[in-house]
């Protein structure tokens, strides 16, 4: 399908806070309770629609675990957003978040655009998170708050969207270098402006990617 | 550590095949070095350069040497019959060959590989890899130094072929692997080195470019392509984790961590060879859509693996020593039975979906996984499950089991699947809508009520467990939704209790409109609930206008007629409508019309006693119908007669007589009106004159109806007479169409207020008449020949006759003796006389003509009764003209007689005699009734009455004869008048029967009584006398006298009884044919009681 932009995202957090379930939901519309742990990275994608253009997500969704840590770390490069996950349920959870934040600020391209998720507000009886908490976290380190259920689909969609739209915005403020992939984002075929093999190619292209 | 996290089974058996002996002795110790697979061959190169391969049967087998020093890879094209080769032909000389493999089978045994072309490298450095795009227009070949070349043009024939350079040396060290993928517009080269990872785009000459690049690298074989799974992934393993790769950048991973020995793919399932030591490996095969492993074990290994092909459904792993391993997936069956029994339902589902299972192995699935769940208690995750399952499992299974936990919310969601998805049953159905009720999910119901995409299959079943839950406006709604009017209707009707006759008249509406509607039934159905509701209607309504007119656009409007009797507000109209274009059998429906216009017509007259708007109207209406009506074949005059009666409708009696043809009651009608307008006289004499042309007998009816005696409750009342000029045109017409006789005219005149004058005219033409000097004349005759014949009896009875005949009346021969003499002076001889009489007291010449007279007597008729009967009738039926005279013949016969009488002749006429005796008062009446009428008579100036009442039977004979109608009618009609007109008759019997006609008349007038009697005792003694035929008749038929005067001497009769013929009066009360008839047709006359 052709589209105008694909933006590459990428979900963060600790295991369990249900960061697949969130791209199920997203990508499938659909909750499954049982969810197999992720092993290493899975993907997903769906289009979306911004502003009347077509938008591919891509989608990585990361494992949460400390052992796939080194995997997951290659995956910010080309990362457009980053959706930082936590579990209102669990403290230790938003507790890591400041852990993932400077991971991903290490890895990633410093326009990344980053939205702080605090999942599983359905279970609100539960929560250990207050909403306040997150709000204030996000204010401080400049990124987009946000509360969802991925088994209600509460907030699923916008939280998605809205990092698209951020991301889009970033675009056409001329934030990101649009033609570098590395910045996660890619101009469709048939909208690209320049030919989209001019920038790599010659031995400059080797170089780079020997590089980093 | 990371093996721990995802599922794993063993769905794989890894065993060693016995059978690779052969190829252990073909390499002759050589090492394997490279293999490739496809086209139901396994292909595998050695370090000499020898190529063998493996069939199908595990037959092994050398193909010859294609490189002399050794093969590095090769690949086996998929969409042709070539194999390549890369390999060492000398030291430092590199070649990629091409090998048709087609004659391979032709000779198994001396198979070569057939040279099609090489192609000779331009560098020593040893390459590592090589790729050929299937289309055969590209060749990559990736050196040990990091070099990578790119081959342009038919590579299989070395011809035009342009040689570039993709990579360059760099750190990225020597390249592992190199493959090609196809997309729909572009060709995309993969690329792995130890260091890196590249995808180029290759689709354009000398335009080739880099897409992407990655660190870190993999090692020989460790890379691999998905071809053909649903997402095409370049996949590259890594010590921490095995990598995915699309063209449009990186893809998932998975975490296999290992030093990664080898990757191989095929049938979804990832082959990872991890290198645990020198001699260990770990084996693990992973199944990259469903996310588990499906194999995973620890084998050591003499020998390190170097080829792995995936063929006939295995996969065939060789070692360098030529050992062959085989992995062999265990069937479906077993797999499933793994996860069921180790309760992994998602994982069985997602396999057998990706495995396209059909709908029935998913359901039993489905079904499995429902009942672990409900079996763990997770009652709402079971039903989710049973809900995949409807149409393919029995529904009672899943409802059966929620109906014991009464999960009713459970049962709910299951029950609104299996009705989203139609597969619902009645019982189904029901048992939703009671969930939904007991639940009180009031909006669910609405919706399911409301929203045109539900349907139910069975909307009826619905309307009924609505209707029994007391939900009427659900049902109606539904029932609405559904079209079905009639339960609609049904609805409305019965359940809801003051249901809103806008809805009411809607659904009538649409039933009526409705073409599947069965409306007939429908209406027919609830028409009495719907008369009853119509009832409390305003009739004046609007909605009660529409509802007449639906009722009229039915198409069983003459069906619901019946329905609406006594509703004349509703009936009138749909009868009015269906008169409007009435079918032949609407008769009876047109009758009703009539019969509902003659209520509301009288109820009006009873209203306000003058002339109403309305009631013209009514009236118009009336006599348009009146009008329309008898087209209709079916029409029934006589009803229509009858309901005009009973209501008093005159016009109606008028032109229902008309149409009957019953002018007398006509006339009868028109008389009573004349009476109370006195304008109405020209009507009364208009009918006359319009209908007596065809039935002059109506001028006598006429005559009858002016000359009604007034009775008591009229006379108070102002009667208008009869104007002069009508009774003289109705005397006259009397008179000139010979219909009556004068005297029972003036006999009746008498009795009524008529004036005199307007009778002179009448008078004077009468006696002006001629034949009264010819009755005399005749009368004359008679009594002459009376009186000869009364001598002649004197003379025989008291003067000597003498017998002076000579001859013998038989033999006609002179008379001897012995001789008998009869008084008729015939003489016989005593011998002829035995021979030829039948009976020795009767004279034989004689007895003959005295049969003829004596007729009824005759033994024969007595005898055949019946047969006499019968023939009456037949013969009634056929004279038409003269029925009168068969009527009088039979008569005579004796066939009106009693038959007790007829067989005891003389005890019969005993009693006859006594009978006389006491009917004598009413004689009495009657002789001074006529003595009363004798001075009228004389006053009135009749000299001589007898012979006037003899040509009065005459003429009545006369005029009987020529009458069109039966004889059978005309005595229909005699009874129908009499009782109507004979309590004020003066002479009733005159009417009545003929004969008494004879008598009465005679009676009254002593003078003429004589002569009377004489002429008719002639007839029944005296043979010789010749009287009219029509006299005779009409006496003979006079049975008490024929009887009487058989036995007796009637002249001794004349001494007992004063005057014979008073006997004929009582007498002709049992012998009136006509008093008795039963073949009177009463349906002639509706009035007639």
Known sequence: MSYAYLFKYIIIGDTGVGKSCLLLQFTDKRFQPVHDLTIGVEFGARMITIDGKQIKLQIWDTAGQEAFRSITRSYYRGAAGALLVYDITRRDTFNHLTTWLEDARQHSNSNMVIMLIGNKSDLDARRE???????????????????????????????????????????????????NEANGIKIGPQHSPTNPQSPAGGPGSSQGSGCC | MSFFQCRRFQFFDLERVDRDLSIKENLKGYEIQCGASGRGRIFLGDSEGYVHSISRQLDALTLGRTHPNGIIQMQQMKQSAILATLGV???????????????????????????????????????????????????????????????????????????????????????????????????????????????????????????????????LNCSCYTDGASEDHFIVGRSDAVYCYTHEGKGPCYGFDGDKHMLHYFRGYLLIITNISIENCSMTVFDCNNKFVAFSSNISMAEPIRVAAGEWGCLFLITSDGSVWQLKEKDWQTKMGVFYKKNHYDLAIKVAKSNNIDADGMADIFRLYGDHLYAKGDLDGAIRQYCKTVGKLEASYVVRQYLDASRIMNLLEYLEVVHSTGYATPDLTTLLLNCLTKLKLHDKIEHYVQDPSCHFLEPETAIQVFRRGGMSKQAYKLAE???????????????????????????????????????????????????????????????????????????????????????????????????????????PLMNLLLEAYLIQWSASNMADEGESEGDSAVNEKILALLSKAPNCQSWDWARALFACKKAGYTRGEIIAYEKKGLHNDLLAIRYADAQKTPSSWTCFIETCRKYARSKPSLWKDAFYLITLPTNESSQNQEVSQCPEAIVEEILSKLLEENLMEPLPIIDRLCKTRIKLGSVRSFLTKVLDRKDIEEDEKTCKKLQEETSAVRRHIENIRNKPSLFQGSRCNACQQKLDFPSVHFLCLHSFHQQCFDSFAEDERQCPVCWSKNKNILGPELPEIKLNRAALDADFKMKLGTAKSNAFSVLADFFSKGIFRDEQVRQNHPSGSRKFVEKLKTYQPQVEEVKTEGRLRLKEGTKSGFSKPASVTVTSIESYLESVKPETESARDFGARMTATAPALSSSMPFPRVQVSGSGSVTQPAKSNIGSLKASQKSNEQKVIVESTTVHRSIAEAAASTTTRASTGKNMNPFEDEEDTSNPFLSSVPAQKSSNPFEEDDDYDSSLNPFAE
């Open chain 2, 89 to 219: 032909d000398a030291p430092d000389v590199f070649c990629v060959k091409f090998w048709d493999e087609n004659l391979l089978d032709i000779e198994a045994s001396k198979s070569q590989l057939l040279l099609k072309k090489e192609i000779k490298l331009s560098r020593t450095v040893a390459p590592t890899c090589f790729a050929v795009h299937e289309n055969l227009q590209l060749l990559c070949v990736g050196f040990s130094d990091g070099l990578l070349q790119l081959y342009r043009g038919e590579v299989t024939r070395n011809r035009n072929l342009k040689l570039r350079t993709l990579m360059f040396n760099g750190d990225h060290g020597k390249f592992t692997g190199l493959f090609f993928k196809a997309l729909d517009l572009s060709v995309i080269l993969f690329a792995s080195s130890t260091q890196s990872v590249f995808s180029f785009d290759v689709t354009n000459k000398d335009r080739e470019a880099k897409i992407q690049g990655d660190n870190p690298g993999c090692n």
């Open chain 2, 481 to 587: 939704k559904h079209h079905l009017y009639g339960s609609a209707l049904q609805i409305l009707l019965e359940d809801i209790k003051d249901p809103s006759r806008e809805e009411v008249y809607n659904i009538l509406e649409k039933i009526v409109l409705d073409q599947n509607a069965d409306a007939e039934a429908i209406l027919k159905r609830f028409g009495n609930s719907l008369v009853h509701l119509v009832g409390q209607v305003d009739s004046r309504s609007d909605g009660w206008k529409k509802i007449v007119r639906l009722l009229c656009e039915s198409p069983a409007k003459r069906d619901l007629v019946e329905l609406f009797i006594g509703r004349k507000e509703i009936l009138i109209p749909l009868l009015e409508n269906i008169c409007q274009e009435f079918q032949t059998n609407d008769g």
């Open chain 1, 129 to 179: 998170v207050k909403k306040e908490e997150g709000e204030v976290f996000a204010r401080e380190h400049g990124l987009i708050f946000m509360e969802t259920s991925a088994k209600t689909a509460a907030n699923v969609e916008e939280a998605f969207i809205n990092t698209a739209k951020e991301i889009y915005e970033k675009i056409q403020e001329g934030v990101f270098d649009i033609n």
